[in-house]
């Protein structure tokens, strides 16, 4: 692609079905959040939560009785037992579905720029794509993200690190994974993948393929950078809670700040980096 270009916003028919696209999956996936979240107690300022004590038992054993849809929402890691092949197609689900929440606000830039290429192939009469292809090459790069980290949470409910409502057991393993996500912030891998998000041109202009398979090659392989950003700031749900809603919220905010604000880009990270640090220190010099 030639670096000498000439933008033009796109037709406002191909941005608002960029715009509505990115909120479908946004609503979609965000609703299956809350509801987990609900079901499970974990909304802000619920103060009671349905899987406590007897009522946890209860919903584990009637949720035979429902629907797909609800077993999915009200799934939680079994208590004690070997693990069935529909509980890690359930954890897998729900962290396929958290990344997508969490990562898609902060992609929607470089989407609206390839939207805005893709008008101007078609006015000069070059192969052009749709930007559906973009959009589920980056969600097939979350995906494959979410089937990495299923595994390590299945390992740590199987050492007893987490506890079927998907919370650390111990407050010294959560502080390593804070003090590690702090010391991430500080590294030049970080600096690599982080450079690269927050320059979308400069990417499109140096990967850029036709057609609609281009389109998926560009959002898969410019996803992993996402996941490169942020993979580290997701493990801290393993010590604040899987299931934390607030949480989640953060660092959906966090990561969207972050791969947004190209201003202080080097001090914000090392800000964060320090926070998390001295966070995950402290609960070490308290216990």
């Given at each position: 692609?030639s670096?000498?270009?000439s933008?033009e916003?796109?037709p406002?028919?191909?941005?608002?079905?960029v715009y509505?696209?990115?909120v479908?999956?946004l609503l979609?996936s965000w609703?299956?959040?809350?509801?987990?979240?609900?079901?499970?107690?974990t909304?802000?300022?619920i103060s009671s939560s349905?899987?406590?004590?007897?009522?946890?038992d209860?919903?584990?054993m009637n949720?035979?009785?429902?629907?797909?849809?609800s077993?999915?929402?009200?799934?939680?890691?079994?208590?004690?037992?070997?693990?069935?092949?529909?509980?890690?197609?359930f954890l897998?689900?729900?962290?396929?579905v958290?990344?997508?929440?969490?990562?898609?606000?902060?992609i929607?830039?470089?989407?609206?720029?390839?939207?805005?290429?893709?008008?101007?192939?078609?006015?000069?009469?070059k192969a052009?794509?749709?930007a559906?292809?973009?959009?589920s090459?980056y969600?097939?790069?979350?995906?494959l993200?979410s089937?990495v980290?299923?595994?390590p949470?299945?390992?740590?409910?199987k050492?007893?690190l987490?506890n079927?409502?998907?919370?650390?057991t111990?407050?010294?393993?959560?502080?390593?994974?804070?003090i590690?996500?702090?010391l991430y912030q500080?590294?030049?891998?970080?600096?690599?993948?982080?450079?690269?998000c927050q320059s979308?041109?400069?990417f499109m202009?140096?990967?850029?393929?036709?057609?609609?398979l281009?389109?998926?090659?560009?959002g898969?392989?410019?996803?992993?950078y996402?996941?490169?950003?942020?993979?580290?700031?997701m493990?801290t749900?393993?010590a604040?809670?899987?299931?934390?809603?607030?949480w989640?919220?953060i660092?959906?905010?966090?990561?969207?700040?972050e791969?947004?604000s190209?201003k202080?880009?080097m001090?914000?990270?090392y800000t964060?980096?320090?926070?998390?640090i001295?966070w995950?220190?402290?609960i070490?010099?308290?216990q």
């Amino acid at each position: 692609m030639s670096s000498n270009l000439s933008l033009e916003k796109a037709p406002l028919r191909d941005r608002m079905i960029v715009y509505i696209g990115v909120v479908s999956v946004l609503l979609a996936s965000w609703a299956y959040i809350i509801g987990m979240g609900w079901e499970m107690g974990t909304l802000p300022f619920i103060s009671s939560s349905p899987t406590d004590g007897m009522q946890m038992d209860s919903m584990k054993m009637n949720m035979q009785d429902r629907s797909i849809v609800s077993s999915i929402i009200t799934w939680m890691p079994p208590m004690s037992g070997a693990w069935l092949l529909t509980d890690f197609l359930f954890l897998f689900l729900m962290w396929a579905v958290m990344m997508i929440a969490m990562m898609t606000p902060s992609i929607l830039p470089m989407v609206m720029l390839f939207t805005t290429l893709n008008s101007k192939n078609i006015r000069e009469n070059k192969a052009s794509a749709n930007a559906i292809y973009l959009l589920s090459g980056y969600l097939m790069s979350w995906i494959l993200f979410s089937l990495v980290i299923t595994l390590p949470q299945y390992g740590l409910h199987k050492v007893g690190l987490l506890n079927p409502m998907m919370e650390p057991t111990h407050a010294l393993f959560g502080a390593f994974v804070l003090i590690g996500a702090g010391l991430y912030q500080f590294s030049s891998f970080k600096d690599a993948c982080l450079s690269v998000c927050q320059s979308p041109l400069t990417f499109m202009m140096n990967n850029w393929k036709e057609g609609n398979l281009g389109a998926f090659v560009i959002g898969y392989k410019h996803g992993f950078y996402c996941v490169g950003c942020c993979w580290f700031l997701m493990l801290t749900l393993f010590a604040l809670g899987v299931m934390n809603i607030m949480w989640v919220v953060i660092l959906t905010l966090f990561v969207m700040f972050e791969k947004l604000s190209v201003k202080f880009p080097m001090q914000y990270r090392y800000t964060t980096g320090t926070i998390f640090i001295i966070w995950g220190l402290s609960i070490f010099y308290f216990q």
